[in-house]
T-cell receptor, first 114, second 115 residues
């Protein structure tokens, strides 16, 4: 059974800092990994998708990497801003042309202070 | 990109009544829709998977008769909470795979409060 863990559970940093969120999964078979952010009381917003054949993806100040051999992914946020405050979730799944279930991590609550 | 529209965003209902939540894929066809429930400060818990034109698949421990799922078209899936009770109060979110390899798209969620 796939288990996904995120460390740390909560993080508070001053504005401008670079930070790294970690996601680890137990089954390193062919999986895609997707990072989301969730604001309080809201749905999930997709940040980055790393397909199983890829090692990293970048979007603006965000960079996500995937190391299947070690079962780990990191989300790097550069020059953090108060607007980055949210809960960040990683999710893994198989993609075989049909929809499959996502297994979510436990989440990291990020607070960026002024 | 793929957009899933979820309504209502919040609803308050009396105990014993039923509530319907809709999720529509706006610019793509969603043959599959996933329904999640989320408790405060917890991650998402998958409740069921709906497939267009067939019966939904429920996760273990989820009451089929309480949480009715209908996926009658390629753009609409509904979750009906029947005979709602205060313990059904929660945040419900739907999700569908986007087109190609774009990953999964989520609705904006529905906050259900049963009084």
């Amino acid at each position: 059974k796939q288990e996904v863990t995120q460390i740390p559970a909560a993080l508070s940093v001053p504005e401008g800092e670079n930070l790294v969120l970690n996601c680890s999964f137990t089954d390193s078979a062919i999986y895609n990994l997707q990072w989301f952010r969730q604001d309080p009381g809201k749905g999930l917003t997709s940040l980055l998708l790393i397909q199983s054949s890829q090692r990293e993806q970048t979007s603006g100040r965000l960079n996500a990497s995937l190391d299947k051999s070690s079962g780990r992914s990191t989300l790097y946020i550069a020059a953090s801003q108060p607007g980055d405050s949210a809960t960040y979730l990683c999710a893994v799944y198989r993609w075989g042309g049909t929809a499959s279930k996502l297994t979510f991590g436990t989440g990291t609550r990020l607070q960026v202070t002024l | 990109g793929a957009v899933v529209s979820q309504h209502p965003s919040w609803v308050i209902c009396k105990s014993g009544t039923s509530v319907k939540i809709e999720c529509r894929s706006l610019d793509f066809q969603a043959t599959t829709m996933f329904w999640y429930r989320q408790f405060p400060k917890q991650s998402l818990m998958l409740m069921a998977t709906s497939n267009e034109g067939s019966k939904a698949t429920y996760e273990q421990g989820v009451e089929k008769d309480k949480f009715l799922i209908n996926h009658a078209s390629l753009t609409l899936s509904t979750l009906t909470v029947t005979s709602a009770h205060p313990e059904d109060s929660s945040f419900y979110i739907c999700s569908a795979p986007g087109q190609g390899a774009s990953g999964y798209t989520f609705g904006s969620g529905t906050r259900l409060t049963v009084v």
